[in-house]
Structure formats: structure tokens, C-alpha cells
């Protein structure tokens, strides 16, 4: 009698009864089913949100580019062309000893660097101040972005030697802004109802494949020989080189 008193209950075909399912457990990364969207617009409820990767797409400047970018241009189109309400750029800067610190949750006061850079500069020998007045001249073209609606996301960068500079003149800067702006597309993920990534960078590729499989489409704006191939693959159909896009854009 014991014995049976644990035993499941049997039912026909002799199989024991299964526990019944709760239908509303869903597993969070559970990818839904891809479906090929269109290049994204903006719905009724929601906007699209375009995220800058400076320091991959605009590495080198006009030289790498093969042209200049007149930014205010560049906004504009995305406004009028695929409906963006807010585009983020991320970037770094070197700061040098400015008391500043991205625990604080605020953006780098740019009139109080400047200010701060400009007495050290006065007071530094010639190639540190060539290396302030680098600082300047970033600061400024930071400030003319954020003057055109660019919701700026700078960081301080890092400075490196390389191993072989004995004499520690070769300074590498480096501001990996990459999990800055994986966390803001989560985080704004309901705010938005596709994105315009503008990176070739592979690491991005898990973050934009989620966004992808979760009803955020995702358009990618990059320079073809510099995007790898996980993002290509993404983007599909919705692949915008930059080179195409240099006669609206173009600085003259």
C-alpha cells in the first residue's frame, strides 16, 4: 500500500501523467522567428533612434573617409529620410588631469575642460601643448555636434605607450565606447521602433541580431571595407555605405 501511495497516477497507453505547463513562462532571449523587414520607419507610436560608432566609422578623419562630412547635412537626412528623433554619438577625449569621473552619471562639462586645458596649456612645454591643443580642437567639434541636436556621449580616453617607445613619446588613446552604446540601445529599447547603427564593428553584432529578432530592425550605415562580416549579414538588404551617401553629406 505504501508503494502505491507514491506511485504518479497512470493514465491510458500507460504513460504517466506529465505536470502541466505554466503557457505564460517565456524565455527572455528566446528569438522569435526572423522575418525580412524593409529599411525602418517610424511608427505612429514609436521613432527611430540612430547610434554613432565614432571611433570605428570616423577613425582617421577626412584622410581614411575619402571625404569630409558636413554634419548638420548628415542629421538632417536622417530626420527627413527614415523619421530619427534622436541620433548618440559616441567618442572619446583626452582630458589630461581634469577632476572627472563617469561614476558621477554626468557628461564632461565641456566650457569647464576647456578652460582647465587652457591654463595647462599655458604653463606646459611645446609637445604637451600640441597634445592640449588636440583637446581643443576635439572639444570644439564636439560642441558644434551637440549644437546641432547630437546627443553627445564622450569618455575620457586612456593613454598608452607603446612597448617599444622607450622614451614614451608615442601615446596611443583609446575610449572603447562599444558596452556605452550596447547599453543605451537596451536600455531605449522601448522607446524605439528600429534602429540606424552606424558601425562596422563586429562586437555589435549580438546586440543588433537580439534588437533584429525583436521586432527592432535594424539599418546599418558604415563603410563597406571596414564593416565585418556578422554585420553585413545583418543588415541584409539594409546595408547603407557611406560612400553612397557622399552626395548628400559631403562638406563643401
Given at each position: 500500500?505504501?508503494?502505491?501511495?507514491f506511485m504518479k497516477r497512470k493514465v491510458a497507453g500507460n504513460n504517466i501523467e506529465q505536470p502541466k505547463q505554466n503557457k505564460q513562462v517565456k524565455k527572455f532571449?528566446?528569438?522569435?522567428?526572423?522575418?525580412?523587414?524593409?529599411?525602418?520607419?517610424?511608427?505612429?507610436?514609436?521613432?527611430?533612434?540612430?547610434?554613432?560608432?565614432?571611433?570605428?566609422?570616423?577613425?582617421?578623419?577626412?584622410?581614411?573617409?575619402?571625404?569630409?562630412?558636413?554634419?548638420?547635412?548628415?542629421?538632417?537626412?536622417?530626420?527627413?529620410?527614415?523619421?530619427?528623433?534622436?541620433?548618440?554619438?559616441?567618442?572619446?577625449?583626452?582630458?589630461?588631469?581634469?577632476?572627472?569621473?563617469?561614476?558621477?552619471?554626468?557628461?564632461?562639462?565641456?566650457?569647464?575642460?576647456?578652460?582647465?586645458?587652457?591654463?595647462?596649456?599655458?604653463?606646459?612645454?611645446?609637445?604637451?601643448?600640441?597634445?592640449?591643443?588636440?583637446?581643443?580642437?576635439?572639444?570644439?567639434f564636439y560642441q558644434i555636434l551637440e549644437s546641432y541636436g547630437y546627443i553627445m556621449k564622450i569618455k575620457p580616453a586612456k593613454v598608452f605607450h607603446d612597448d617599444?617607445?622607450?622614451?614614451?613619446?608615442?601615446?596611443?588613446?583609446?575610449?572603447?565606447?562599444?558596452?556605452?552604446?550596447?547599453?543605451?540601445?537596451?536600455?531605449?529599447?522601448?522607446?524605439?521602433?528600429?534602429?540606424?547603427?552606424?558601425?562596422?564593428?563586429?562586437?555589435?553584432?549580438?546586440v543588433l541580431n537580439y534588437l533584429n529578432h525583436h521586432d527592432r530592425p535594424v539599418t546599418i550605415f558604415s563603410r563597406n571595407r571596414r564593416t565585418a562580416k556578422?554585420?553585413?549579414?545583418?543588415?541584409?538588404?539594409?546595408?547603407?555605405?557611406?560612400?553612397?551617401?557622399?552626395?548628400?553629406?559631403?562638406?563643401?
Amino acid at each position: 500500500m505504501a508503494f502505491k501511495f507514491f506511485m504518479k497516477r497512470k493514465v491510458a497507453g500507460n504513460n504517466i501523467e506529465q505536470p502541466k505547463q505554466n503557457k505564460q513562462v517565456k524565455k527572455f532571449f528566446e528569438p522569435k522567428k526572423k522575418i525580412d523587414k524593409p529599411i525602418i520607419k517610424a511608427t505612429d507610436q514609436k521613432p527611430v533612434y540612430a547610434f554613432i560608432d565614432a571611433s570605428n566609422l570616423f577613425w582617421g578623419g577626412r584622410e581614411s573617409m575619402g571625404f569630409g562630412i558636413d554634419y548638420k547635412k548628415f542629421k538632417e537626412h536622417l530626420e527627413k529620410s527614415y523619421n530619427v528623433a534622436k541620433v548618440f554619438y559616441y567618442g572619446g577625449l583626452r582630458i589630461f588631469d581634469f577632476e572627472y569621473s563617469v561614476l558621477d552619471y554626468e557628461k564632461i562639462d565641456f566650457e569647464k575642460l576647456t578652460e582647465h586645458l587652457k591654463t595647462l596649456q599655458a604653463n606646459s612645454n611645446e609637445a604637451d601643448k600640441e597634445a592640449i591643443e588636440k583637446s581643443l580642437n576635439k572639444i570644439n567639434f564636439y560642441q558644434i555636434l551637440e549644437s546641432y541636436g547630437y546627443i553627445m556621449k564622450i569618455k575620457p580616453a586612456k593613454v598608452f605607450h607603446d612597448d617599444d617607445d622607450e622614451n614614451g613619446e608615442k601615446t596611443v588613446l583609446k575610449a572603447n565606447c562599444d558596452v556605452d552604446m550596447t547599453f543605451d540601445m537596451m536600455r531605449y529599447m522601448q522607446q524605439y521602433s528600429g534602429i540606424i547603427c552606424m558601425t562596422g564593428d563586429g562586437d555589435f553584432a549580438a546586440v543588433l541580431n537580439y534588437l533584429n529578432h525583436h521586432d527592432r530592425p535594424v539599418t546599418i550605415f558604415s563603410r563597406n571595407r571596414r564593416t565585418a562580416k556578422e554585420i553585413r549579414e545583418i543588415a541584409g538588404d539594409n546595408f547603407i555605405d557611406f560612400e553612397n551617401l557622399r552626395p548628400i553629406i559631403e562638406y563643401r
